[in-house]
C-alpha cells in the first residue's frame, strides 16, 4: 500500500507557472510509477504525465507537451508536476496516481493506477 498527498495547488493568471508535489509514504516509493491526472467540471478525468519508477521515462499528453514537466526525488518519496504557461483550460483538480513498476500496460489510462491522491486545486485566471 501507498498514501498519496497532493500540494502545490492555487490561483495563478494565465501565463504564469506552479509546481505540484505529491508525496508518498508507505510501500518503496521506488517500486512504483507515478501518474498525474486532472478534473475539470463537467468532464471526465484525463491523463496528464507520468514517469517511470527510475525517472528515465516520461509520459505527457499532448496538451501540456513543451509545459508540463514530470519529475521525482526517489531519496524524497516526491513526484513533482512543474505547470509552465498555464492557461484557463488547465484549471482543474489535480490528482497523483501509483501503479507498481512491474506493470507493463498503458499508463495513459487511469484504470491502470491502484493508488489516488485526494487531489488538489489549480486555477487559472485569465
Known amino acids: 500500500q501507498v498514501q498519496l498527498v497532493e500540494s502545490g495547488g492555487g490561483l495563478v493568471q494565465a501565463g504564469g507557472s506552479l509546481r505540484l508535489s505529491c508525496a508518498a509514504s508507505?510501500?518503496?516509493?521506488?517500486?512504483?510509477?507515478m501518474g498525474w491526472f486532472r478534473q475539470a467540471p463537467g468532464k471526465e478525468r484525463e491523463f496528464v504525465a507520468a514517469i517511470s519508477w527510475s525517472g528515465s521515462t516520461t509520459y505527457y499528453a499532448d496538451s501540456v507537451k513543451g509545459r508540463f514537466t514530470i519529475s521525482r526525488d526517489n531519496a524524497k518519496n516526491t513526484v513533482y508536476l512543474q505547470m509552465n504557461s498555464l492557461n484557463p483550460e488547465d484549471t482543474a483538480v489535480y490528482y497523483c496516481a501509483a501503479v507498481t513498476r512491474y506493470y507493463s500496460g498503458n499508463y495513459y489510462i487511469e484504470g491502470t493506477y491502484d493508488y489516488w491522491g485526494q487531489g488538489t486545486q489549480v486555477t487559472v485566471s485569465s
Open positions: 508507505g510501500r518503496s516509493f521506488s517500486s512504483y510509477v
